[in-house]
Each structure stands twice: as C-alpha cells, then as structure tokens.
C-alpha cells in the first residue's frame, strides 16, 4: 500500500542552500521556497540554513511568517573579483563558482543547529555546498539528499558555445571542464538525489553514473485557480528573468539584434517590455532600441506578468527547467520559447507554448500569435490546464514527503 505524507508523527527537516530562499525572486529561489514552504504547510517542521551572500543580500529580519518553519542566514561575501579568479585559475583544481562559496562560518553555523537538533532529513539546494558533507557525517547519521537545480557544467559548455570573444571563450570551456570533473566527484555522495527534469535524471545516471536513487521534483508554483487571462493582450511582448544570469542576457542579447527587427519592421507599434534585476550598465545601454522598454526589477512579478502580453524566453544557453515558463503558463500567457528554453519541460509545442530556434521562426511564432488571437487563446487555456497538471506545489511537495517516508521506512526495515 503506498504512503502518504499523512504520517504520524511530523518530520524533522534541515534545508542548506547558498542563496536566500526569501523573497524568491529568481528561479532558484523561487524553486527552494516554493518546495519548503509547501513541506511545511503538510505539517513537517522546515528549517534552512542560508547563505545570505552579497550577490543577493536580504534584510535577515524580512522572514516569511509561517507555521513549522524557519530560517538562519548566514552572512558571506561571494564577490568575484580578478585577483581572486586569477588565483583560482593558478593554485586550485575547484571551480571557482564552487570555491567561492566556502564559509567556516556556514560550517560553524551547520555545527551549532546540528548539534541542538535531530533532523529525519537533510537536504541540500544544488552541489556547492558540498564540503558540509563531511561535516553531516561525522556529526550525525541522518541521511542527506540534494536537488539539483540544473546539470552545471552543461550552462557553462552551452554559453562557451555561442561565445564571440576568443578569450572569455577559452575561460568558459575550462570553467567547464573543472565543474565536469567537480559534478563526477560528488553526486555518489548523497544518499539521493532530486532531478528537476527527466533529462536530468538521464545525464544523472549516463553522463555521471550515479547509483543512489533518483527522484524527478520539478519545480512548482502556487498555482492560481482563476486569476488568469483567457484574452490575452497580443499588442506587447515581454522578458522576465534575473538579468545578472549570463544565459538570459546572451538570449536577450540574440533577440535584440536579431529577432526584433525583423518584428518591428512588420509591427512598427509593438512594444517589447524587459524586467528583472542587476542588469550589468553594459546591458541596460543595448535596451535603449525603438520600442523597447525597461523596467528594471519590478515588485510584484505576478501583476507584470499578468498585466503583459505574449512572453518570450530566448534561451540559448542553461539547463534545468524555467520557473518563469512554468509561472506565464500558470498565468495564462502565450509563450514563444526555444528548444533549450523550453527543456526539461513537459509541454508541446503547438499546444502549449510555441518553439522556435531560429530569429526568422522566432519572429514568426511571436506574429503569428499577434495575429492569431485564436491560437494565443487556446495556449492560454491549454498552458494553465497543463500547470494545475504537473507543476502544482502541494502535489510536488506530497512526492517529496511520500519519498522521504518510504525511504525511511525501507532504512528501519534493512
């Protein structure tokens, strides 16, 4: 008979991340937040340790005010400078996006919560975090799992790939034969693993071989019943992603010079509506084109997306899934993507969203959907009906609960 997360007695669950999960305003937090808080609201009591490093530095005071869960920040400076990449290229075999993130006081900070409290799970939010493993082991023998965000060293190969300058070309394929060699070493490490795509859990088992237990937990969202747009407005099309996040800025680098043209010369009106945070100055000045306009980082993601047109997700480079697909879908919004863009994620072109690789076939998708206000209707329907299917939080967080009952049951019973 299955289990369900129904148990009696709640679990005991310690989340490790090196971002602040809160407030999510990226993909990955939004992933960690999302999946916790959901956990948490099954009744098992959720605590996080977080980094709250100066990339994404929050106000350790602004907590969501949920029951059976908690957070701990953990201050530490995650600046990449040259002296210290430099460095890293000469003296070290870690990459350098891995070795940044070593902090005694994280591991201290580990040590203490470890040390007043038993936990039933431990799990890890992606791999750079890997020196606490140790630490875990040596303290206690709770089992740990990690949830991979995306397959690493494969962002960095793909965005080598579609590199112009021979120099930053050459760092990008190192980077990404440390990280290769850094993802081989480490993933038969934990006791399981989370995959948020099949094609991860695939390069999970061929590319890296690993043997422990994989489960497939995409990334979910509150998904809303009815606060959608059956009539989507076809007259704008808009860009939502942390713009820091070298993958959205060579997409939206490819779309500006390549795709938009060819659209603004047929749709001289249009206007095309790019938000998201830290856009490095470099990027903000390549916005400043007819019909484009910038706004920044907005506040409330869920009004921009709601309130926009057709979404765009130029990606051309990066791994995992896209959370944003995941929340325009939700939201009603037709959707325009490519191939990578859209991987990972269970939607067919056509029906749910449209693909398109190519800027001609892009730029045609996105007129065609101006024009066919017919087929942007029956994405809307179809993209929303597909989200309450597959990418609802609660529904995701029950797998993850149901896994981390069995498996302790199956432990008790070996």
């Known amino acids: 008979m299955k289990l369900t997360c129904f148990v009696e007695k709640p679990m005991k669950i310690l989340i490790l991340c090196n971002k602040p999960p809160y407030p999510p305003r990226d993909g990955g937090a939004i992933g960690i937040f999302n999946l916790s808080k959901s956990m948490a609201s099954l009744g098992h009591d959720v605590h996080i340790l977080a980094m709250n490093t100066s990339k994404h530095r929050v106000d350790p005071s602004n907590l969501p005010n949920l029951p059976h869960y908690s957070i701990t920040y953990v201050d530490i400076n995650t ?3 040259p002296i210290k990449a430099f460095k890293n290229l000469v003296f070290s075999k870690l990459p350098y996006l891995a070795e940044r993130f070593i902090s005694l006081d994280y591991v201290n900070a580990l040590k203490k919560i470890l040390s007043q409290n038993t936990y039933d799970f431990i799990q890890f939010e992606g791999p750079y975090l890997w020196y606490c493993i140790d630490t875990i082991r040596e303290m206690t023998k709770t089992k740990i799992s990690m ?3 995306n397959i690493e060293y494969e962002i960095w190969h793909r965005a080598a790939q579609i590199e112009k300058n021979l120099l930053k070309k050459l ?3 190192h980077l990404e034969n440390r990280l290769e060699k850094f993802e081989n070493s480490l993933y038969n490490r934990f006791d399981y693993i989370y995959a948020v795509t099949p094609r991860d859990k695939e390069m ?7 043997k422990k237990p994989i489960i497939i937990v995409p990334t979910g969202i509150d998904i809303p019943k009815s606060d959608f747009v059956l009539n989507p407005d076809n007259n704008s099309i808009f860009h939502l992603g942390a713009l820091e996040w070298m993958p959205n800025q060579q997409g939206l680098l490819w779309f500006i010079d390549k795709v938009w043209p060819i659209i603004v010369l047929k749709y001289p009106d249009l206007k095309f509506h790019i938000a998201g945070r830290n856009a490095p100055s470099w990027l903000v000045k390549h916005f400043n084109k007819p019909n484009i306009i910038y706004h ?4 409330d993601a869920y009004s921009f997306i709601c309130n926009s047109g057709i979404m765009i997700v130029p990606i051309l480079s990066g791994g995992g899934m896209r959370v944003k697909i995941v929340e325009g879908m939700a939201l009603g919004k037709p959707i325009v ?6 991987e990972g994620l269970d939607v067919k072109d056509g029906e749910d969203i449209l693909i398109a690789d190519t800027a001609y076939l892009f730029a045609a998708k996105i007129c065609e959907l101006v024009e066919n206000k017919e087929l942007a209707k029956k994405l809307s329907m179809n993209a929303h009906k597909n989200s309450i299917e597959k990418y609802d939080n609660i529904s995701i967080a029950r797998k993850v609960i149901d896994f981390y009952v069995e498996s302790a049951t199956n432990d008790k019973n070996n």
């Open 204 to 210: 999970f088992i061929k590319k890296f071989g690993v």
């Open 147 to 149: 949830k991979n965000h």
């Open 171 to 173: 760092y990008l394929y």
């Open 79 to 81: 600046d990449i400078t």
């Open 296 to 299: 920044g980082e907005i506040e």
């Open 337 to 342: 993507s490519t191939s990578i863009g859209a």
